[in-house]
């Protein structure tokens, strides 16, 4: 929500914000073409090979540790919003992994002279409130002066390394269950176009602040069944982005339906405006080819699927038998728009996405 008095609005000293703020996936992808391979380090479980959401590092027969950073720019003005908000998303990665978070270093960078001390202490408080919950303290860090405000996490956490769950594990025939439903990109162009009254500004704001600070910590009980058999979460590439990562890394196709995709309430109208974000646009262009679009697929719904998601849900490719139990887990851990949304199949990496 805007600040209370007459300081700069957070958002209004970034460029972008939330993990709209990734670089695209097609500059990703070139920037790491010639990183060197982990295969010099036989303990190095999980590192770079498939765009995988946190290093694994095995210790011993029993235990990994999980390592991962996230930052971003501002997604809401709110500095204790944004600092919760941060905190989950860096979080996520750990839970992705099917892991279980110790503790985290803080990642903060401040325009000096432009930002209030107690604004910055209020963005650290939301990020240690978030770490709170996750019961794990936040136990240093490292600050900088920056042009742009800047915060974040990194996180260790511990996995056991034969319940390790990657993004590279799918299977023909897997179920494709997600644990949040899209919009966050939406509704935060909406919010910042500032052209919604007073109300639904109201309504809007707690819809996105409930999904982006939603801990992802079933992905811990996840791992604990052998049907699931890949799990990542969905955050700046869209969910089409990383769906496209689970079909490389397992070397299969995906087919989404697109009336079982869940959407935050009051997303569709929005989008329809059109409200979007330019990473949906960067997102769409970097992957395009390696999606089928069914040509009753309208604009604004190929840009929710490319939407990017801060602090988005967890997505499970699942032995067919288990979906219902693990959709039944999802519910039970608090994610109602929790939904199978498609299935994993045969054929070239890949997505095709249908109506129904």
């Given amino acids: 929500m805007p600040p ?27 920037l790491l073409a010639n990183h060197p391979a982990g295969r010099a380090f036989p303990d190095l479980l999980v590192g770079t090979e498939t765009a995988d959401d946190a290093a694994v590092y095995r210790l011993n027969d029993e235990q990994a540790v999980v390592a991962t950073t996230d930052f971003f720019m501002p997604i809401v003005d709110d ?17 992705a992994m099917g892991g279980r978070p110790l503790l985290a270093l803080a990642i903060l960078g401040m325009p000096l002279g432009r930002i209030a001390p107690q604004t910055v202490r209020d963005i650290l408080a939301g990020g240690n409130a978030i770490c709170t919950e996750a019961g794990i303290p936040v136990a240093g860090g490292h600050s900088i002066d920056s042009p742009e405000p800047i915060y974040g996490l990194a996180v260790i956490g511990i996995v056991r390394p034969d319940r390790i769950l990657r993004n590279s594990g799918a299977r023909p025939g897997d179920v494709l269950i997600l644990g949040k439903a899209l919009g966050v990109g939406v509704i935060s162009a909406a919010l910042k176009g500032g052209r919604l009254d007073t109300e639904a500004e109201s309504s809007v704001y707690a819809t996105l602040i409930d999904s982006t600070t939603q ?23 869209g969910l089409l982005g990383h769906t496209l990562e689970v079909c490389r890394g397992s070397a299969l196709r995906a087919r989404i339906r697109l009336d079982a995709v869940p959407l935050l309430p009051g997303v569709a109208d929005l989008a329809r405006v059109p409200y979007r974000t330019g ?16 040509p009753a697929v309208a604009d604004w719904q190929r840009d929710l699927l490319c939407d990017p998601q801060t602090s988005g849900g967890l997505l499970a490719a699942v032995a067919p038998d288990a979906a219902a139990r693990m959709l039944k887990l999802f519910r039970a851990a608090g994610f109602q728009h929790a939904a199978v949304i498609g299935e994993m199949t045969e054929g070239k990496p890949g997505i095709d996405v249908a109506p129904a």
């Fill in 4 to 30: 209370s008095s007459a300081e700069t609005r957070l958002t209004a000293l970034a460029h972008g914000g939330g993990c709209g703020c990734k670089l695209s996936p097609a500059v990703l992808r070139e």
């Fill in 79 to 95: 500095p204790f919003d944004f600092g919760r908000i941060a905190a989950a998303n860096a979080l996520s990665d750990i839970y």
């Fill in 215 to 237: 801990l992802n910590a079933v992905g811990g009980e996840l791992a604990e069944f052998a049907e699931v058999h890949a799990l990542t979460d969905v955050t700046g590439f």
């Fill in 279 to 294: 990473a949906a646009g960067r997102n769409w262009t970097s992957y395009a080819e390696e999606v089928a679009l069914s």
